[in-house]
Antibody, heavy 116, light 107 residues
Framework: EVQLVESGGGVVQPGRSLRLSCTTS????????MSWFRQAPGKGLEWVGF??????????DYAAPVKGRFTISRDDSKSIAYLEMNNLKTEDTAVYYC???????WGQGILVAVSS | DIQMTQSPSSLSTSVGDRVTITCQAS??????LNWFQHKPGKAPKLLIY???SLETGVPSRFSGSGSGTEFTFTINSLQPEDIATYYC?????????FGGGTKLEIK
């Protein structure tokens, strides 16, 4: 069974950093793009970014609101994807989801609340 | 960026009804369109990919049609467990973008 579990969320002050992890099982992690999405309170779904697999150079793309502040990485040996979030803003408050591929299978999500 | 205009934003329905949701892309996205179901506190679930293909394990009462800029999602004979918010999403271009969502409610 394919599983994706996000961890590392919580409450953080504006300007601080946080790293989310997406621990996976049930599939060959290295074969897949891994993506991150988010949903702010009362809002719709928003793409954050993705990282391609090693065969495609592990290249990344990001949404404009997070570009330059967020970094996605991966550890194929551990089947984990990461979302490093720096200089967090209140508008980054959301439930963050990781997905296998561009959006085929989703984790349950993890809450990140940015507040002073 | 490709804008996805989804309508209606909410829909009051009854069990057994046929439900239709539309999604319009601001430019041609061929068939690079997903439809998701999202229930509160749960992971979004992919129902339809490539505009018309039913994801494995998804009941056949769900279907999708369209290509280019105009797309339709249909639930035939709505079931109580189908109450959720539904989103379209294009993956033709980065940034990936979603429609605003359609929230289904029971009359």
């Amino acid at each position: 069974e394919v599983q994706l579990v996000e961890s590392g969320g919580g409450v953080v002050q504006p300007g601080r950093s946080l790293r989310l992890s997406c621990t996976t099982s049930g599939f060959t992690f290295g074969d897949f793009v891994m993506s991150w999405f988010r949903q702010a309170p009362g809002k719709g779904l928003e793409w954050v970014g993705f990282i391609r697999n090693k065969a495609k150079g592990e290249t990344t793309d990001y949404a404009a609101p997070v570009k330059g502040r967020f970094t996605i990485s991966r550890d194929d040996s551990k089947s984990i994807a990461y979302l490093e979030m720096n200089n967090l803003k209140t508008e980054d408050t959301a439930v963050y989801y990781c997905t296998r591929g561009y959006s085929s299978i989703w984790g349950q999500g993890i809450l990140v609340a940015v507040s002073s | 960026d490709i804008q996805m205009t989804q309508s209606p934003s909410s829909l009051s329905t009854s069990v057994g009804d046929r439900v239709t949701i539309t999604c319009q892309a601001s430019q041609d996205i061929s068939s690079y369109l997903n439809w998701f179901q999202h229930k509160p506190g749960k992971a979004p679930k992919l129902l339809i990919y490539d505009a018309t293909s039913l994801e494995t394990g998804v009941p056949s009462r769900f279907s999708g049609s369209g290509s280019g800029t105009e797309f339709t999602f249909t639930i035939n004979s709505l079931q109580p467990e189908d109450i959720a918010t539904y989103y379209c999403q294009q993956y033709a271009n980065v940034p990936l973008t979603f429609g605003g969502g359609t929230k289904l409610e029971i009359k």
